[in-house]
């Protein structure tokens, strides 16, 4: 597989996450959206979601400088989220995206490079992800392996850039029906990020194929990141196909 993503896709929406970093189960909720209308970039807060009630309850009090009363915000909203991304004259900006597996000379707008970078900071749980809601037949996402320290069959160490990765669904998961395996070498590495399952179910729904590869390993010998970069290809509807028990 290439080693950056050559198809980038201009998103119309990216999800935004929140994870309560207190919790035990340190669980990620989808708490809104940040939508385009037009040339504004809009936040809105899913206020009778799923998510949000639970969110509330862990603490979400809503994002900075945006109140929860107000279930929608048109003010700034771009410019404040892009506060969490370098800016692109610093020096080292072509390193911060070929980290995240984006050519340095890619054409992409600030709000696609919100959705593939996540925009993650390292204390306040926020994440934003591309749900890829009209990709094309060929596209690549960099995904992060979640449960890696606490799920691993595999030590870190014996891991290397451009191992090869399995998907696998579990439909029999205990905690959540949706979830899907990480595997290397037929062993656990952890699960696809909650907030990539709709889209990789969705794509799986579709007969695509799923390729991936260890793209990267960093972090810290107590908490190791890995992230995969994988190609999702699409298949024809015609040849589209149940998926329950097959592996990727």
Known sequence: MNRFIEHLVEPRRLLLYWQARESKKRSRYRVGQLVKRGDQVVLEYDLEGPDMAEAREMGFQGYLAFPLEQAEHHH????????????????DFGRYLELRAIRVDAEISNFALLGYSGAKLPNDGFELVHPFDEPPEIFEVLLEVAGFRHESQVEVGELKEGDTIRFVPEP?????SQAIRVECR?????????????????MLQQGARLEGEIFRINGTSERPLVYILTRIAQ??????HSYTAVSY
């Open 76 to 91: 700034q909203v771009l410019e404040a989220f892009m506060r969490r991304l370098p800016p692109r004259s610093r020096r």
């Open 186 to 202: 037929g062993r656990k590495l952890g699960y696809a990020p909650r907030g990539h399952l709709d889209m990789l179910h969705r």
């Open 235 to 240: 298949a024809c509807r015609e040849h589209a």
């Open 172 to 176: 029999g998961n205990a905690y959540d």
